[in-house]
């Protein structure tokens, strides 16, 4: 198994989740998506989790962004545990979760790490952009639930990037001034955005499109 970086392919697979068999380029098409691995069923912070993800529905579809999830349980156990994802987050489970008994995707994507405990998944995050490519990787213990409102931010600076060719800086948020990239001049980035300050030669901000 390679180690994945930002700017690979994300590596492509069949596998059964609770919406049925996937093909998983097919799936996501050209849609943004983020695979994330929990360790288990039916344990509380992955129930927080999925909970949250599934009320976020609205915002991920705004950013034309597929959620799916993945554990190692069999497909009985996560169609078991949905309703309680349900319950936590308000609304039905409505993202696929992918079932990895034989840790075939699981191992793929290095979302095993042997040093945490036991051969279920520590909390991966892949951001994939609509050509396939890893664009974001986070790696959290299985203690710690992730932050999705974080998720929400970093989909939206990646699709600043790729539409605008924009930057954000430290604790960026939408609606906060954006970075102009340093290759582009600070001329051009007059000619193209509004209220440009130029900080240094190096630092410009702009308002964001
Ligand atoms: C949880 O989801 O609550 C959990 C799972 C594995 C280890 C620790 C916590």
Not at 59 to 83: C, L, M, Q, Y
Not at 109 to 138: A, C, Q, W
Request: glycine residues 6%; proline residues 7%.
């Amino acid at each position: 198994m390679a180690h994945l970086r930002l700017g690979d392919e994300a590596p492509n697979f069949t596998a059964m989740t609770t919406e049925g068999e996937i093909d998983f380029h097919e799936w996501k098409k050209d849609s943004w998506a983020v695979l994330f691995s929990h360790p288990a069923d039916f344990t509380p912070v992955c129930t927080t989790e999925l909970g949250r993800t599934a009320a976020l529905s609205e915002g991920f579809a705004k950013r034309n962004t597929k959620p799916i999830a993945i554990s190692v349980d069999p497909i009985e156990d996560h169609h078991k545990w949905a309703p309680d994802i349900g319950e936590l987050g308000g609304t039905d489970l409505n993202f696929p979760i992918i079932a990895d008994p034989d840790k075939t995707v699981s191992e793929l994507y290095d979302m095993i790490h042997p040093g945490e405990g036991d051969s279920s998944t520590v909390r991966s995050v892949f951001i994939i952009s609509p050509d396939n490519k890893i664009r974001l990787t986070l790696t959290y213990p299985k203690s710690t639930g992730r932050n999705f409102d974080e998720i929400m931010r970093v989909i939206d600076s990646l699709q600043l990037t790729e539409t605008e060719g924009l930057a954000t800086g430290a604790d960026w948020v939408p609606g906060d001034r954006v970075i102009i990239s340093p290759t582009m001049s600070t001329d051009d980035a007059k000619a193209k955005f509004k209220n440009v300050e130029e900080i240094k030669p190096y630092l410009r901000f702009a308002d964001a499109p």
